[in-house]
């Protein structure tokens, strides 16, 4: 069973331009997190995705970031506009659908460089 | 969610036991206590929970108090490869949110 994939692992963007990262969760997990780790800092959350719907998009930056989980595929945290303070690592992380405790299994990152 | 405190950072030396405490005096009767941790460059990954009693996997034990108001996460030998962050998060299965909130987490340097 893959772990968590997440492509690319680094990404170069002018400001301005678009990025699109990419998150496909484990096998069986129909629940995905975005987390954002700027430099020397913890990790915040951004958003929690099901399948076709956001459950809680609080973490989300207002402007320019949107999330989508859809019925095929993989997740997708898009950036548009990208700006000099967006340089981060982005993980994405995914769990089982079942109720209950459990563990949430983390993607290697993508780390996001605008120059 | 309740708000966990962490020492900012540990020393052990390798092949030694390591304790790392975790204090959650606010902790709500549903949620779990979870362990995880963050290599250099690495995502987060897994090590342990629990909710009451103690709990021990091939990676780690977790001792949890009594009152459940702290708790440790006890690496029985600590190897060069475990130099981490490790945080403990509070996780609340009661609600809707399911997300784990990380907080600043303790720093282990494990020496030679």
């Known amino acids: 069973n893959a772990g968590v994939m997440q492509n690319p692992r680094h990404l170069v963007r002018r400001r301005g331009q678009e990025a699109r990262l990419r998150c496909s969760p484990m096998?069986?997990?129909?629940?995905v997190y975005w987390y954002r780790q700027l430099p020397e800092e913890g990790l915040k959350f951004m958003v929690y995705l099901q399948k076709e719907n956001i459950i809680d998009e609080s973490g989300m930056p207002k402007e320019r970031f949107s999330a989508e989980f859809p019925k095929e595929g993989p997740s997708i945290l898009r950036i548009q506009q990208v700006v000099r303070g967006d340089s981060a690592a982005y993980f994405c992380a995914s769990s089982p659908p079942r109720v209950g405790n459990t563990e949430a299994f983390f993607g290697q990152g993508t780390r996001l460089t605008v120059v | 969610d309740a708000k966990t405190t962490q020492p900012n950072s540990m020393e052990s030396n390798e092949e030694e036991p390591v304790h790392l405490p975790c204090n959650h005096s606010t902790i709500s009767g549903t949620d779990y206590i979870h362990w995880y941790r963050q290599l250099p460059s690495q995502g987060p990954e897994y090590v342990i929970h629990?909710?009451?009693s103690n709990v021990n996997n091939r990676m780690a034990s977790l001792a949890i108090a009594e009152d459940r108001k702290s708790s440790t996460l006890i690496l029985h030998r600590a190897t060069l490869r475990d130099a981490a962050v490790y945080y403990c998060i509070l996780r609340d299965v009661s609600g809707s949110a399911r997300q784990l909130t990380f907080g600043s987490g303790t720093q282990l340097t494990v020496l030679p």
């Open positions: 096998k069986g997990h129909s629940h």
């Open positions: 629990g909710l009451t």
